[in-house]
């Protein structure tokens, strides 16, 4: 065997790959944050329309990763591929805000953690989480600079952390739960502020995105595997394993406690839940399990936030100076951009901890986190629908055209409902974060002699301005808040 197929990932390891990517610190979050939308009834429909809506959405990321082997830039790629280079841009430019914004949320979420046991951390957002949050990303920052990428112990620990709990607690919470409490009021008619079934399902599909974000990991490993069948393999069986590890936290949670005191619940509510069945060592449990996975994550998040901009840079897609790297060859320029856009959010969580909409600054950012990778994932389905409807890619196979256009088809619907389901104050926000981006996509086509916008660019960009003058009146007016 010669050293390069020794070096290939067999199907298990692919398979951790993608289980890894994908379970973060939301899970730990799920039972408060799904309770705070939706009852029993909302929330088990909603998770069928999320099994349906993302394992297509991770057929469609496979189909792409097999059809169009070149476009190896990551998400952006496949938009700027079909719909033009400000599409690229945007996707690139979403897909990087999203995954800062999420270190933001996974700052707040350690810091609440730590607020169990620590009250002065309250929820993450008082000044000494802020100024405790601040020093550790600046050492995260400096410590990735020097060229400490990724530690085979580091994963391994945090992967042990991440599974070790959720198995005790799903076992756990099978015994202690109760039909009881999991029927008392299926359809929430008790609490008329969750409002009806559509609402409520509406309500929580964006939790239901961010605990998937990853998904889209798994083409990556497609020249890595040693046979590229097993990419599409270990999509499914991490998907289905994450699948089931979420729905069974969310609905046992739902049978431990009733709807109104799991929304009660502060973050990691996962921890109070286990400590309501078993007492204050099964929050410390689950507390620590979520420091040790959350650090790991952040190690690794910080990291590919810049690398996200310096893939993008290295095609023309972002300006020139994002690609430079220092002598560890880490992409330097870009890892002080993200960190210092991740600084101003974690102050901005300070000012903005007293508003008075009574969610919890970790909810907030992981709403906003995931409004802005929906474009990306939009773009990535309207493409592969797009190869399916000309027929690109499938002279050597045209029965796959049919099964890859309903895939497609469905992708593209699921997509429309997440971006819908978010609402208005989200699409509006998201527009105000979407359209700074123009000043580096301006710089990016000036370095290589390009006019900035085609005619439909200039519309769709005119669009992007309008929402975001909305959303700052909004801010400013007070009818949206962060």
């Known amino acids: 065997m010669s050293q390069e197929s020794s070096q290939k990932l067999k199907l298990g390891a692919l398979t951790a790959l993608v289980v890894g990517s994908m379970i973060g610190g939301g899970i730990f979050s799920l039972p408060q944050n799904m309770a705070a939308s939706a009852d029993v009834g909302a929330i088990l429909i909603g998770w069928a329309i999320t099994a349906v809506g993302m394992l297509t959405l991770a057929f469609v990321f496979q189909t792409l990763a097999n059809r169009k082997p070149e476009l190896d830039g990551g998400v952006y790629a496949y938009a700027k591929a079909g719909f033009g280079d400000y599409m690229g841009f945007s996707s690139a430019w979403g897909y990087w805000i999203s995954a800062w914004l999420g270190n933001v949320g996974y700052f707040l979420l350690l810091f609440s953690t730590l607020g169990y046991f620590f009250p002065i951390f309250g929820k993450g957002d008082t000044l000494p989480a802020v100024i405790c949050a601040s020093v550790l ?24 952390a991440k599974i070790v709990p959720l198995f005790l607690f799903i076992l756990i919470c099978l015994f202690a739960f109760k039909l009881d409490i999991f029927s008392a009021d ?61 729905v069974l936290v969310n609905v046992l949670s739902m049978g431990v406690m009733t709807q109104p005191e799991l929304a009660k619940l502060q973050n990691p509510s996962m921890a109070l839940v286990l400590e309501h069945v078993v007492g204050h060592w099964g929050a410390v449990l689950i507390s620590v399990g979520l420091l040790i996975s959350l650090l790991g994550a952040l190690l690794s998040w910080v990291l590919l936030c810049a690398e996200i901009m310096f893939a993008a840079a290295k095609d023309h897609t972002m300006p020139e100076f994002l ?31 007293g508003s008075s909409d009574g969610m919890d600054p970790y909810t907030k950012m992981l709403l906003l986190a995931t409004s802005m ?13 797009l ?15 049919t099964k890859d256009l309903i895939i497609a088809g469905i992708s593209v619907i699921y997509a429309v409902w997440l971006i819908y389901a978010g609402g208005l ?58």
Request: contains cysteine.
């Open 186 to 246: 299926i359809w929430g008619a008790s609490n008329p502020e969750l409002g009806s079934v559509m609402n409520q399902v509406r309500n929580m599909m964006l939790v239901t995105v961010w605990v998937f974000i990853g998904i889209e990991g798994a083409s990556i490993f497609s020249s890595r595997a040693e046979k590229r069948s097993d990419v599409g393999k270990a999509t499914v069986i991490g998907f289905i394993t994450v699948l089931l590890l979420l």
């Open 373 to 385: 990778i929906l474009i990306p994932y939009f773009w990535s389905a309207a493409y592969a629908l």
């Open 137 to 160: 990303l600046w050492a995260l920052h400096f410590l990735v600079l020097r060229g400490i990428k990724e530690a085979t112990f580091i994963n391994t620990i945090t992967t042990v």
């Open 387 to 401: 190869l399916a409807v000309k027929g690109e890619t499938y002279d050597k196979d045209p029965g796959d055209r």
């Open 323 to 353: 690609r430079r790297e220092n002598a560890n060859q880490v992409p330097a320029n870009a890892l002080w951009l993200t960190n210092i856009c991740v600084q101003i959010f974690l102050v901005v969580t300070f000012f903005s901890s």
């Open 425 to 482: 104050k989200y699409l509006l926000l998201s527009a105000l974060l979407y359209a700074p981006g123009v000043i580096l996509f301006a710089k990016a086509k000036h370095e290589v002699g390009q006019p900035i916008f085609t005619n439909v660019e200039k519309l769709i960009f005119a669009g992007v301005v309008i929402g975001a003058l909305i959303a700052a009146y909004g801010l400013y007016d007070g009818f949206l808040t962060l």
